[in-house]
């Protein structure tokens, strides 16, 4: 009798290992397009469900981030195509509010952190403006090295801290 409890238990256990392998579910192999967007647990959206996506209020599509180089205010080209999409999503929605948050990484001081938070939001803010976003649609912030997104204290952390974050109201 315990023998085929057993053997019962076992063939359970390979009917759910063959349901587990069946067509449709995500291969483990194969990782989010972009995982460092996505929430924790969830799976990323495919095509035209990914511009239906909200992450902190702009469609994952778009992008609510730009990051930039260290002791820096400049816009790289990946940085322009970010805003360039928040420029067209912001001029296409309803009339929104957006604050431009500006970060940096916890090298230098607090009061020049600041300053640098500010100069990145202020850039940001402007490229929206000169792409036709109602300047008085645009707040900015500076939270210099207050806010980190990434403990650490190496280049991975500061590169991800060293960012413009656009929040809508």
């Known amino acids: 009798m315990g023998s085929r409890t057993l053997a019962s238990s076992l063939l359970f256990c390979l009917i759910g290992v063959g349901l587990a392998g069946c067509p449709g579910s995500t291969p483990p192999s194969e990782a989010p397009p972009d995982a460092s967007s996505q929430s924790k647990g969830t799976a990323p959206p495919s095509g035209d469900q990914r511009q239906n996506v909200v992450v902190g209020g702009i469609p994952i599509d778009v992008g609510d981030r730009v990051f930039f180089a260290f002791d820096s205010s400049l816009l790289n080209a990946d940085a322009q195509r970010t805003l360039q999409r928040q420029a067209v999503w912001l001029r296409s929605a309803e ?47 500076s939270y210099g090295k207050e806010r980190p997104q990434v403990s650490g204290h190496d280049e991975a952390a500061w590169t991800q801290n060293r960012r413009a974050v656009s929040v809508p109201q």
């Not at 402007?126 to 912030?141: N, S, W």
């Open 95 to 141: 009339p929104r509010i957006l604050t431009v948050e500006g970060h940096c990484d916890d090298r230098g001081t607090r009061e020049y952190n600041l300053a640098l938070g500010d100069r990145r939001a202020s850039v940001v803010r402007d490229y929206l403006v000169a792409q036709g976003v109602p300047a008085d649609r645009l707040r900015i912030v």
